[in-house]
Structure formats: C-alpha cells, structure tokens
C-alpha cells in the first residue's frame, strides 16, 4: 500500500488533556495546515488562533508522517496530537541599530521598557537615571538624586511610576512624564538594593506598594503614597538576591543563603523555605513575570505610537485579572531558580517545599532565568556562553543555544514567545529563533561589555546597555 493512501485514527487534546471532539481518520501525510483546519472546525471560536501541533511533545512542522517516522509509535492505536495555540500577532527580529544614544557618563547598568512600550529608562553607575524618548528616539529626562550607581530600575505595573535603587541604599521614585522625583526618598535598607518589584495591578490597581531586596538580608514593603516602610521581612542569612510579587499574594525572595523563601504579602508571614541549591541563589523567575509586568496591556492590541491607557483603575484592574488568570490557567503560578552550583531548580512554590526538577547542564554559573510570556519556556542565561531552553511545565532540557564567545549577562523574550535576545560580554546582543533554536539575527555595535537588555511588550524594539556607556535601540 502506497504511504499516500495511509490513515490514522488521531485524538486532538489541548495542553491541559481535554479531549476535543472524537477520534477521526485522517491521511498520514496530513500537514500543520490542515490539521490547523480540521481544529477550527472543533474549536467554538469566530475567529481562529493559529495552533501548534505535537505528539509526544515532538512538534509536527512539516507532516505528520515525518514525526511518526522519527518516533517509535503504534499506528494501530488512537494517536493523541496535543495543540497549543499561539500568539495571534507576531513579532519582527530586530535587525539594525536605530540609535545610540549617549548621555551616560559611566556603565549603563539597567534598562527597562514600561509596560506599554511607551517610555524607556536606564540606570547607571553614573548615579543618574535618564528617560528617553521613543518616539524620537532622543534623551528626555536626566533624573538626579541618587548619590552612587543605580543598580535596580522597575516600573511600576500601570506605568505610571518607575523605582530605582543605588548602592547607597536608597530608593527614589519618578515621574517618567516630568522626570521629576515623586514623593519622599525611601530609606531603610542598611547595604545596598539588589532588586525592586511592585505590587501586581490586578492585585492593587493604585500600584501603591513596592518590595526591596537588599544586601542586608531584609526585604521591605514600601508604601509609595505615605513614604514609608510598611513591613520587614528578615529570615535570610546572607545578601537578597532577588524578590518577586506573585499574582496570587505571595512573595518570593532568593538569596546568597542558599535559600527562596515565600513570604504572604498581607502579613509579611513567611510560608515556606525552598532548599536545594548547593551555592548563591541569583536569579529567579515566575511564570507569570511577563502578565505582571505589563498589567491591563495587551502586546496584540499595541499600536505604532504606544499610548497609556486612561481608563478607570476598576476597569484596568478587570483587564490585568482577566489577562493574569489566562495566562496563568488551571494550575499555581511556578517558580525557577538559577545559582552559582550551576543548576536550576523548577518548583511550585505555593503548593510544595520540593522541587518539581532539577535543571542540569550548565558549565557555570546561571546569571539570569527567564519564562516566556506564553510560560511554556524557561531560557537560562549562564557564563558557560551558552543560553539553554527548558520546558516551562516539566523543566526538560530542549536546546542550547550557543554563537557568544563569552559570558551571558542577560536575555530578554519577545511578546509572541517566538525570539529571544541576549547581551553578553563578547559585547554583541544575538537574537535567536526559538522554533529552529539557531541565531536569527547577530548584533555587534557595542564597543564593550553589554550588562542589560530588554525588549519592548510591544516587540517594537530592543534596548542594550552596558560597560561603553551607550544606549542602542535596535529595531527590524
């Protein structure tokens, strides 16, 4: 019998295990296209997302025989395909450099898009942080106080307010529309911050709140309105690496001690620690970082010009809980955590101290981790060189993605899941295609080391900073 005339009986499923509609016979030689088809069919939807097919977690990207053929599967039985779906939009590989906007006396130690896309800040160890305008693509404002090196920027979720924290322990507010300073100097910590994160906006839509994590083992819960210091949570031995404000009101914090511990946000009450990391924990990421940071804004409704949205704070956060829960689905929100032993960890903070795996396979330390915003992936940045994906529900190793001659400082997704950027000390930023897993497009331009990178939620542009004191906007 010729392979054209072959059928199968396939089942679809969706990710969670829903089985959609009967099993059906379809020809064997059936492409992503048609099986794309048969599903618009089953699924109750006006109109269509566009869907990604699997079996046994292998994708079909030509046809279905193909992947039968590099497994060893029974054709007698029912074949499960499970379809994902994707992002309806899609996002350009950035390609060229814009602009380089100077202005920095010293290493550009931050960067970071607001939740829009609309403004762009950079922290830097001149002690300055600076607005840029985007649609110029020119310096907007210089913002003075800070007395030593910025070394954490966070905009908080409405867009509204940006934090920075400098060596000198102190943590500043401004206004990205004026550049002007907002409210009181926030003063406590006794070492330097290491990390900011604000309250989620489905949570608070006021963005009220803001979490430090600082070398002294504390972290603090700031009341931006009145000023002050609203609770302490002290438990860590060692530095503060890293703090997250979880969507379902928990607090996750890393630190040098080897440690995460989960605080709950209402009390300050510590939940539980997380242990297994041999050395430093630096780094940590939740599944649903990229739903927090950019609130009530939808990367697929971003316009040209990226505008804020006025509506009211019930409505923003109806949008922002609409949009967390989502993304977020059946399950808890999940953690992963990369260390100097050269491991991740993958965990389910809110409903269990163990681990769900161990990730393995770095050569060095992991100085950042990152979940893709659809939270199917985990990308590790390492000094190894190299950039690794992992499968963001089982924590599988999938591919390493290897071009930078030197250290991996950080990675940044793009809104539609499908590219990732990397700055590195071989001073280029690499842009990679997460489907094929090879080097999309490779940007030198730097004269040294680039410390930070991000991309806009808009996927308009990408921003690096680093050691040559210059800013680059590169867009395609």
Known sequence: ??????????????????????????????????LQLVCNVLLPKDDPLPLAFYVN?????????????????????????????????????????????????????????????RYLASGSGDTTVRFWDLSTETPHFTAKGHRHWVLSIAWSPDGKKLASGCKNSQIFLWDPSTGQQMGKVLTGHSKWITY?????????????????????????IWDTVLGRCDKILTGHMQSVTCVKWGGDGLIYSSSQDRTIKVWRAEDGVMCRTLQGHAHWVNTMALSTDYILRTGAFEPAEATIVARDRNDSLEELKQKALQRYEQTRGQGQERLVSGSDDFTLFLWMPAEDKKPLARLTGHQALINEVCFSPDTRLIASASFDKSVKLWDG????????????????????????????????????????DVKTRKLSVDLPGHADEVYAVDWSPDGQRVASGGKDKVLRIWRW
């Not at 779906?85 to 060229?96: I, L, M």
């Not at 006396?105 to 829009?116: D, G, K």
């Not at 991996?408 to 001073?427: E, K, N, P, T």
Request: proline share 4%.
């Open 1 to 34: 019998m010729k392979a054209g005339n072959q059928r199968l009986l396939v089942q679809f499923k969706n990710e969670g295990g829903e089985i959609l509609g009967t099993p059906f016979d379809v020809p064997v030689d059936i492409t992503p296209d048609k």
């Open 196 to 220: 900011l994160c604000w309250e989620p906006l489905h949570v608070n839509p006021q963005c009220r709140y803001l979490a430090s994590a600082s070398k002294d083992g504390s972290i603090r």
């Open 393 to 432: 529900r089982t924590g599988k190793y999938l591919a390493s993605l290897r071009g930078h001659v030197s250290a991996v400082y950080q990675i940044a997704w793009s809104a539609d899941s499908r590219l990732l950027a990397s700055g590195s000390s071989d001073s280029t930023l690499k842009v990679w």
């Open 57 to 117: 977690e292998t994708e079909i990207v030509t046809s279905l025989e193909t992947t039968l053929q590099e497994q060893k599967v029974e054709t007698e039985n029912v074949i499960d395909i499970i379809y994902q779906p994707q992002a309806v939009f899609r996002v350009r590989a950035v390609t060229r450099c814009t602009s380089s906007l100077e202005g920095h006396t010293e290493a550009v130690i931050s960067v970071a898009f607001s939740p829009t896309g």
